[in-house]
């Protein structure tokens, strides 16, 4: 049996409001959802194969996801049907599902974008979606950009709605502009670590001519994965207010050491950063944690696209595509809790007791 799940999951389904007229409302907003979940955690990568998934369910699977009896006599009961689920996905509010799973309590969030390449359609550019990510990969928030906008633009609306005081923000280089470390120091009373490239071209300069050779490396970390090894080591330098950025302090480097465990072949990147962290709050070894911790939210992309099919799905009308992407967001929050190697080996197992397992893994009764 896997692991109690990481939120009252039940407990925060019954707050969400259902989006639908009261009148010839057959199925409740929870089995709902919970159906759309537990199929996307069975394998499913589109609506289409979760009606399937729900339409083939049986009594028992049925009883558990809390769909309505149609018969009390016999306690038989019915599944939504698929132009239901499709329905609810369409006009719920996607913030309702980024909610399911985001902790009480922040400390770091990863702010990244990705497009939905699969939503794009002759007339429409695809869907873009800006989401807040936290170390342990729960969704913290989620919001759409706006055709015509970028990213710097949405980011504001993403993290309106979230307390971020004292949380360390961390983003790419696209978010490292003066007015975002101002906005999330002064107004947020948060904290970042952005990533600097030539897209903030005097800065760049800046950072990359401080005195790194000099620079003692505060730390070193080793990885053997994925049939390379890793090593990775970090500098930072005190700025005492050399580059002009707003609030930043501390100048970060961070050097990786790639060689091929097969081929022998060495590769090395450099990546540089800025933070507002003073030196007393966050010292090298917690930097360099920050700053890898952002490289997994494009893991993470990864992983949504691979095994669950996220580029591959067309949908593309209403909140849908916002809100498929938050299931599949919450979805590898119950699977990479079953301790299996991979995500794709988690699904397999799960798909072996295709009714049983996906309601055990997100715990329900």
Known sequence: MPTPP????????????????????????????????????????????????????????LARLGCRITCPALGARTAPSPATIRRVLLALAPEALTALTKPEALQMVAVDGKTLRGSATPTEAAIHLLAA???????????????????????????????????????????????????LVEELHADYVLTVKRNQKALFEQVKALPWVQAPTLDITCDRDHGRSETRTVKVIDLAGATGFP???????????????????????????????????????????LVRGHWNIEAWHHVKDVSLGEDACKVHSGHAPDNLAALRALALVFLRRLGQDTVPDAIRWVSYEAFIRPLDVIGLP
């Open 6 to 61: 990481p939120v009252d999951l039940l407990g925060r389904l019954a707050y969400l409001d259902d989006p639908r007229s009261p009148q010839g409302r057959r199925h409740s907003l929870a089995s709902v959802l919970l159906c759309a979940l537990a199929a996307i955690v069975a394998g499913a990568r589109h609506l289409r194969a979760i009606g399937q998934w729900t339409d083939a369910a049986p009594q028992h699977t």
């Open 247 to 289: 609030h930043a302090v501390q100048a970060v480097r961070v050097r990786r050491h790639v060689t091929g465990l097969r081929t022998g072949k060495v590769s090395w990147t450099v990546a540089y950063a800025v933070t507002s962290l003073e030196v007393g709050q966050a010292g090298a070894a917690r930097i360099g944690a």
């Open 133 to 183: 990510l936290t170390p342990d990969r729960h969704l913290a928030a989620q919001v759409r950009v706006p055709a015509g906008t970028s990213e710097i633009d949405a980011l504001a609306a993403l993290l309106a709605g979230v307390d971020l005081t004292g949380v360390v923000v961390t983003a790419d280089a696209l978010h490292t502009q003066t007015d975002t470390a101002t906005y």
